[in-house]
């Protein structure tokens, strides 16, 4: 099982029942109240304000229920999206899991617009996919958008899990054509903790990667590499850009990737006392994904792909994290421009 899934698992497992939505169809109903006799006036608010969607997972050939399939409500909005902390991927803060008949529950979900991330338990005979209103899809952008209403529950499109297939290639610098050794894999950015390291799939000593377990769909790929800038396949900034993967059940088929070292975005962090594990982030402002992560050390630098705007966060502090320009969110953080020559970008969280 991926560490994606258990993740999602665990996360499943520490909140309740969690739960998906769509964009209201007429079915929708009431969340069944609390007992009032174990909840205070304001838990009882708080819970009638979430909302909660039923889904039913199955295998796409024989229609059968697939159990321990791991979901996750990926926020459409970009401020939700760029929430993502350390050791956190991209993915949302909303998950659960189909029980053995295939049901999933998803209960007690923040109001507002997701899309739907379905990882099965078995990736030798069902696909991972963002789910379609009529199918699945590797593309974000392609998947349905499920609404959440606060107090209601409504019913998301039933999923049903392709045949999986496999992605092979070989991770080199652009500069010198060698393998790199450790490079990043994936599907979903992923902001990884400086003590646990990366997620996803990893490159050998030859630079050579294995990504498994993908539904018959395109995927655009992001790779990520220490000292070279964060890119996604096709060698570009943004994932809107990418050159996606075509995968086919039941088969391999190979994408190499060259990376390159980017641009430099360096800066210092005046700030009374540095956090232990200080970073300083950067999303791209069109699509919100994370594409740049540097310890924040005096100076701290980033190495981004040139040809895109960025939001830089700094998570420097034990206060809460502080946005450029003296910002507290990503709407009224100030885009910075990467081009070919070096950027510098001071925070002055005192």
Known sequence: MSRASVRLIAIASTLALLAVEAIAPPGAHAVPPLPAASATAATTSKTAALGGVRSVVRDARTGAPVPRACAALVPVDLVALTSVMLDEEQSGRHAGCTDEQGNLSVDGVTPGRYRLLV???????????????????????????????????????????????????????????????????????????PKYGENGVLTDEQGRYTMTGLGPYHWPL????????????????????????RVRSDRTVTADQALTAGTVVSGVVLVDELATYAQVVAFNTVTGDLVGVADAGSPYMLRLLPGQRVKLRCDCSYRLPEWHRDAAGFDAATPVRVGRAPVVVDFDLG
């Open 119 to 193: 990882r099965p338990s078995d990736t030798a005979r069902h696909g991972s996919q963002w789910v379609g209103r009529h199918g699945g899809t590797g593309e974000r952008e392609r998947a349905q958008v499920i609404r959440v209403r606060g107090g209601a529950v409504t019913r998301a499109p039933e999923v049903r899990l392709d045949p999986p297939g496999t992605i092979v290639g070989v991770v080199t610098d652009a500069a010198t054509g060698q393998p790199i050794r450790g490079a990043s894999v994936l599907v979903v950015p992923f902001l990884p903790h």
């Open 222 to 245: 992001q790779f990520a590499a220490t000292g070279r800038a964060i890119q996604w396949s096709g060698g570009v900034a943004n994932r809107l850009q990418a050159r996606p993967v």
